[in-house]
């Protein structure tokens, strides 16, 4: 089971930053929280991912609380290609164990 | 640089009958995975190989057999297919390795839809 709890849909005005939250209250201190999106039928794409500071990159800022038990992905400037399903995931820092997916929130940017 | 690529895009069977879906990625990466996605539901893993000559089952590997033929290569194969597995299958690999840890990004291929009818 997925170790993470997201709402199953977002709405989100174009041009307007998206702000999609995850709930992990479960998570281990060796566990990374990662960020992956699926646009329509497409493979998901990896977006983020962080342990305990706040991350940004060229895609997204990731916001993790100080206790850790969630965090919060910001697409800053939400376009309609943003629409799409978003995944929070839980994984440990070591060795090879696969993501793990959830249902993740659906985010319809809307004109 | 193709990334990675999967082979057939569409796929119709009868019950009963076998089929092998292929990956291939060109990253040089040594770990692979197979995912299955189900209508309005996320990714379930279903196999994975963690490096050339090792194969793990997933979430849901009951039905299916996997062969990780070299490096670049990993394939699935439905030995006697069933309705229940009509489904979208993604293949996906990452740099993978113990020495990567967290910094583990998977890469995925653009799915195979499978009908089995």
């Known amino acids: 089971d997925a170790k993470t709890t997201q709402p199953p849909s977002m709405d989100c005005a174009e041009g307007r930053a998206a702000n999609l939250p995850c709930n992990h209250s479960t998570i281990s201190g060796n566990e990374y929280v990662y960020w992956y999106r699926q646009i329509h039928s497409q493979g998901p794409q990896y977006i983020i991912h962080?342990?305990?500071n706040n991350e940004t990159n060229e895609m997204a800022s990731l916001i993790i609380t100080e206790d850790r038990k969630s965090s919060t992905l910001i697409l800053p400037h939400a376009t309609l290609r943003d629409t799409a399903v978003y995944y929070c995931i839980v994984r440990p820092y070591s060795g090879n164990t696969p993501l793990v997916f959830g249902k993740g929130t659906r985010l319809s940017v809307i004109a | 640089n193709a990334g990675v690529t999967q082979t057939p895009k569409f796929q119709v069977l009868k019950t009963g009958q076998s089929m092998t879906l292929q990956c291939a990625q060109d990253?040089?990466?040594?770990?692979m995975y197979w995912y299955r996605q189900d209508p309005g539901m996320g990714l379930r893993l279903i196999y994975y190989s963690a490096s050339e000559g090792t194969t793990d089952k997933g979430e849901v590997p009951n039905g299916y057999n996997v062969s990780r033929l070299n490096k670049r290569e990993f394939s699935l194969r439905l030995e006697s297919a069933a309705p229940s597995q009509t489904s979208v299958y993604f293949c996906a690999s990452s740099e993978g390795g113990a020495r990567q840890g967290a910094r583990e990004t998977q890469y995925f291929g653009p799915g195979t839809r499978l009908l089995v009818l």
């Open positions: 990253m040089n990466h040594n770990s």
């Open positions: 962080g342990l305990k």
